[in-house]
């Protein structure tokens, strides 16, 4: 299947900075990409959807000004996460999905830790 | 809107034995499902998807899920368990193929699988 990759896999960062998560399809375009958040021992909860040139769609409940979403290019998303907290810890999982023969590619994930 | 709800957060088998993990799904469309497995620390991988066609569905490492519209259910069986399925499992639902949840993934809560020697 299509390759996801997300970096960085894990981060730590003090609260007050910005850290920038970066989800890149390796061989194949993907017009739309999804980011989703899971607490530990719980499910994947969806963020927002990204398409490629245009803004991104935020669930409820989402601060579009506290998680900056870019999809710059077919190939590569990146979430923002400004001023965090660390309630925002978290595990941050992106997936692509090219359009086709419907299936989303997920990353492998970032560990993210607010301190 | 939609939901899903996997019944049994925790579900333990030993190796050899029927694997079964439940999802009910809840849909304003017709859905597509999905199971998706997930190791510790790692992305979702998925295991098969109904879509539309054919309602038993197969997938890799021998699951197969069979969709059953009149009870609203696409469970996750596999004959005999092996040590190496102990992971979490996700069943997800979206719309289909035009509406206004076509590509967004509700999850359920995730069952957890223990294989026992």
């Known amino acids: 299947g299509a390759v996801v990759s997300q970096h960085p896999s894990r981060v730590i960062c003090k609260s007050g900075t910005s850290v920038k998560i970066e989800c890149r399809s390796l061989?194949?375009?993907?017009?739309?990409m999804f980011w989703y958040r899971q607490f530990p021992k719980q499910s994947l909860m969806l963020m927002a959807t990204?398409?490629?040139?245009?803004?991104?769609?935020?669930e409820q409940g989402v601060e579009k000004d506290k998680f900056l979403i870019n999809h710059a290019s077919l190939t590569l998303s990146t979430l923002t996460v400004t001023s965090a907290h660390p309630e925002d810890s978290s595990f941050y999982i992106c997936?692509?999905?090219?359009?086709?023969?419907?299936?989303?590619?997920f990353g492998p994930g970032t560990r993210l830790t607010v301190t | 809107a939609q939901s899903v709800t996997q019944l049994g957060s925790h579900v333990s088998v030993s190796e050899g034995a029927l694997v079964l993990l439940r999802c009910n799904y809840s849909?304003?469309?017709?859905?597509?499902l999905f199971w998706y497995v997930q190791y510790p620390n790692q992305g979702l991988q998925l295991l098969l998807k109904?879509?539309?066609?054919?309602?038993l569905v197969k997938g890799i490492n021998g699951f197969e899920a069979e969709f059953k519209k009149s009870e609203t259910s696409f469970h996750l069986t596999k004959p005999s368990a092996h040590m190496s399925d102990a992971a979490e499992y996700f069943c997800?639902?979206?719309?289909?193929?035009?509406?206004?949840?076509?590509?967004?993934?509700?999850f359920g809560q995730g069952t957890i699988l223990t294989v026992h020697p």
């Open positions: 997936s692509a999905w090219g359009g086709g023969a419907y299936e989303q590619y």
């Open positions: 061989d194949f375009q993907a017009t739309t």
């Open positions: 990204s398409n490629e040139g245009s803004k991104a769609t935020y």
């Open positions: 849909s304003s469309v017709p859905p597509y």
């Open positions: 109904y879509t539309t066609g054919a309602t």
């Open positions: 997800a639902v979206s719309g289909g193929a035009g509406g206004t949840s076509y590509g967004k993934l509700t």
